[in-house]
């Protein structure tokens, strides 16, 4: 079968594997992206870790029945257990451990609530960070609430090129007034700000909005989108866009929002829920083209098509086997 895109669904990077609520100390939990098969588990002194899913042993899932012993977790089989270095650290019933026992072990994150694997090629370890959100530790702010989540057959590549594609506004978005202000790159950062304005009347009244948003892109698996509309008031919302590659085919999407007190913070709460549908509603907009559409690698751009060549040399960076290649021929 023909490959859909020219490069490998699984860029480098740090992508969300779950929310820290669903994990407790002593918790278990089996994952499945990248196209392997892993799992997750939090220590009794509560860090969280990732192991590839099998047992060296006879092969028997971890995320099934395995459980925390301590820093351990136990194998459900035979009951071999493996610290966070992925080190066989007791075999029960043998009276010597084997000192090469050994599962691969995946770089870690815990972040604003939000646990994050790094994932490389070459099993690289990472050279670059996820940021600490400073307004969600503000009291200003609602708490980060977690809005829908969905698989997609596309790449995450493809969605987050959107944020520069700004041509497809009108027709996708019915939003004929969003225009680029202007875009910076800071190696796996890339920094993105739109600016739209429009007159809006509300009973009787001319009302001008401005609606300012930057998003920053960490690699392809992160966005974070900040939002500032004036007009009645200034509402200033934070939206996570998270992407994780399942498997060559498909890919998760989470979305979560965090809004700043607009007049009190019981205004703001009650808004939280409405915006998430409204930015939903948006995104799904895009479900259908990105469900359907090829990857043209060498696509016939105009003026005005936005920033698309300078986002895929961007991207390039993230693929081990592009970025050579890259590096020797960036845009002008
Ligand atoms: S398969 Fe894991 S201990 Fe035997
Ligand atoms: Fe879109």
Request: charged share 20%; aromatic share 12%; with cysteine.
């Amino acid at each position: 079968m023909k490959k859909r895109f020219p490069f490998t669904s699984f860029p480098n990077g740090w992508f969300r594997i779950s929310y820290s609520h669903e994990l407790p100390p002593g918790g278990v939990k089996p994952l499945y992206y990248f196209g392997k098969n892993l799992v997750l588990f939090r220590t009794k002194q509560g860090s969280p870790h990732v192991l590839d899913a099998y047992c060296p042993h006879l092969g028997a899932h971890l995320g099934y029945g395995g459980h925390v012993e301590g820093e351990t977790i136990q194998c459900p089989f035979h009951g071999w257990c493996f610290n966070k270095y992925g080190k066989c650290t007791d075999v029960p019933y043998a009276n010597k451990v084997l000192p090469n026992v050994q599962i691969n072990t995946w770089h870690v994150r815990e972040i604003n609530g939000l646990i994050f694997v790094y994932y490389h090629a070459q099993g690289e370890a990472p050279k670059w960070e996820l940021p600490q959100i400073h307004e969600l530790t503000s009291k200003e702010w609602t708490q980060l609430k977690q809005g829908s989540q969905c698989q997609i057959n596309s790449h995450v590549q493809e969605l987050h090129e959107q944020v520069v594609d700004i041509a497809h506004f009108p027709t996708v978005h019915s939003d004929h007034s969003t225009k680029s202000q202007g875009s910076e790159i800071d190696g796996s950062v890339w920094k993105q700000r739109l600016l739209s304005r429009q007159a809006l009347e509300v009973a009787k009244l001319n009302l001008q909005i401005e609606t300012q948003i930057e998003i920053i892109l960490y690699g392809l698996g992160y966005s974070l989108q900040r939002y500032s509309i004036s007009g009645i008031g200034q509402l200033q919302f934070i939206l996570l866009f998270l992407t994780t590659p399942v498997d060559e085919e498909y890919l998760e999407i989470h979305m979560l929002i965090s809004v700043k007190s607009f007049f009190t913070k019981t205004i703001a709460s009650a808004l939280t829920p409405l915006l998430l549908k409204v930015l939903k509603d948006e995104v799904e907009k895009d479900f259908p083209i990105w469900k359907n559409k090829l990857y043209r690698t060498h696509p016939i751009l105009c003026d005005g098509d936005g920033e698309i060549t300078r986002y895929r040399y961007w991207a390039s960076q993230f693929y081990s086997e592009l970025a050579e290649i890259s590096n020797n021929n960036s845009p002008k």
